[in-house]
C-alpha cells in the first residue's frame, strides 16, 4: 500500500525568505506521479506543483521547486522569497501510474508566513 | 470556464438525518472523485464515477454511503442516517479522462468543499 509521510505539523517562515517542507512516501511502484497541494483557509485545494518519477529533473513553478529523490523515496517542496499569502496546509500526494481515482495524501504541514 | 461546484458549502444536520453533497464537474469533464477530509488530516478517497458507472468505491463505508453519477446532472454523494463521525469536508474533483493511462498525469481539479456538521 501507498502511504505518505508529512513529519512537519506546523512550520513558520519570515516573509521574503526561504522554507521547505519534507515529504516521504513508501510505493513498490516504479512509475507515479507526487504532487504538492496548497490548502489556504478558504478550504479550496489548489494544485502547487507535480512530478512524474520518470522525469529526473526536479519540478519548477516560479517561486516552488521540489527536491526529489526517487531512491530515497523523498519529495520536499522549496517555497523561495516566501509571501504572506503563502500562509497554507500544505499537502503532499502520491497517484499511481495506472491512477484508480485513490490518490494517497500526507497528513499536510501548516505553514504560516510572519510579516 | 467555472471550476468544480459544490453545494452546499455547508450543511448541518442532526444525527439518523439524511445529507446529500452535490458536485457539478468542470465543463467537459466527465470523471468524478468524491475525498473526505477529517480535521487536521489530508483527504482520503471514497469513490471514482464516470456517468452511470461507480469505477472505484474502495473508500467507501460499507453502510449508509452511497454515490452516483447520472447522466444528467451533478453527481451526487447521499449518507444516510448521519453520525457525529460524519462530521467533515467532503472534497469533490473532476478531471476530462480517465487518469488511468497516466498520460499527461491529468490532474484531478477539486472543488472548494462541502462541511457537514452532525450534531
Known amino acids: 500500500a501507498q502511504t505518505v509521510t508529512q513529519s512537519q505539523p506546523e512550520m513558520s517562515v519570515q516573509e521574503a525568505e526561504t522554507v521547505t517542507l519534507s515529504c516521504t512516501y513508501d510505493t513498490s511502484e516504479n512509475n507515479y506521479y507526487l504532487f504538492w497541494y496548497k490548502q489556504p483557509p478558504s478550504r479550496q485545494m489548489i494544485l502547487v506543483i507535480r512530478?512524474?518519477?520518470?522525469?529526473?529533473q526536479n519540478a519548477t513553478e516560479n517561486r516552488f521547486s521540489v527536491n526529489f529523490q526517487k531512491a530515497a523515496k523523498s519529495f520536499s517542496l522549496k517555497i523561495s522569497d516566501s509571501q504572506l499569502g503563502d500562509t497554507a496546509m500544505y499537502f503532499c500526494?502520491?497517484?499511481?501510474?495506472?491512477?484508480?481515482?485513490?490518490?494517497?495524501f500526507g497528513a499536510g504541514t501548516r505553514l504560516t508566513v510572519k510579516p | 470556464n467555472a471550476g468544480v461546484m459544490q453545494n452546499p458549502r455547508h450543511l448541518v444536520r442532526r444525527r439518523g438525518q439524511e445529507a446529500r453533497l452535490r458536485c457539478s464537474p468542470m465543463k467537459g469533464h466527465s470523471h468524478v472523485y468524491w475525498y473526505r477530509q477529517l480535521p487536521e488530516e489530508g483527504l482520503k478517497f471514497m469513490v471514482y464515477?464516470?456517468?452511470?458507472?461507480?469505477?472505484?468505491e474502495s473508500g467507501m463505508p460499507k453502510e449508509r454511503f452511497s454515490a452516483e453519477f447520472p447522466k444528467e446532472g451533478p453527481s451526487i454523494l447521499r449518507i444516510q442516517q448521519v453520525v457525529r463521525g460524519d462530521s467533515a469536508a467532503y472534497f469533490c474533483a473532476s478531471s476530462p479522462l480517465s487518469v488511468e493511462t497516466g498520460a499527461g498525469a491529468n490532474v484531478l481539479t477539486f472543488g472548494a468543499g462541502s462541511r457537514l456538521t452532525v450534531l
Open positions: 464515477l464516470q456517468k452511470e458507472n461507480i469505477i472505484d
Open positions: 512530478q512524474e518519477a520518470y522525469k529526473q
Open positions: 500526494a502520491f497517484m499511481k501510474h495506472w491512477f484508480t481515482g485513490d490518490m494517497r
